[in-house]
């Protein structure tokens, strides 16, 4: 049961996350604040990689799976 509530708990930090990263997304979509110097180098680094394909995108499916291969292993180092 504890394993479920950790997950929970990860999921809601995951939320919170995404509602904040979202927030910046809209504020910077409707041009209230312009983007900072280092958002500026990590969106030309996101392009650039994007464009030579060597941007890597993993669907939510496959990282679950291997945070969970990732809790297995440690489990069986901790016996």
């Given at each position: 049961?504890?394993e479920i ?12 996350s995404?509602?904040k ?6 504020r ?5 604040d312009d983007p ?9 680094m996101?392009?650039k990689l ?17 945070v969970?291969?990732?809790?297995s292993s ?5 016996r």
């Open positions: 049961m504890s509530s950790d997950i929970l708990k990860e999921m809601r930090s995951l939320r919170a995404v509602d990263v979202e927030n910046i997304v809209e910077r979509l409707i041009g209230v900072l110097e280092d958002e500026l180098e990590e969106i030309k996101h392009n994007k464009r030579t394909g060597k941007e890597e995108y993993v669907s939510l499916k496959e990282a679950l799976k291997s969970g291969e990732l809790r440690s489990r069986k180092t901790r």
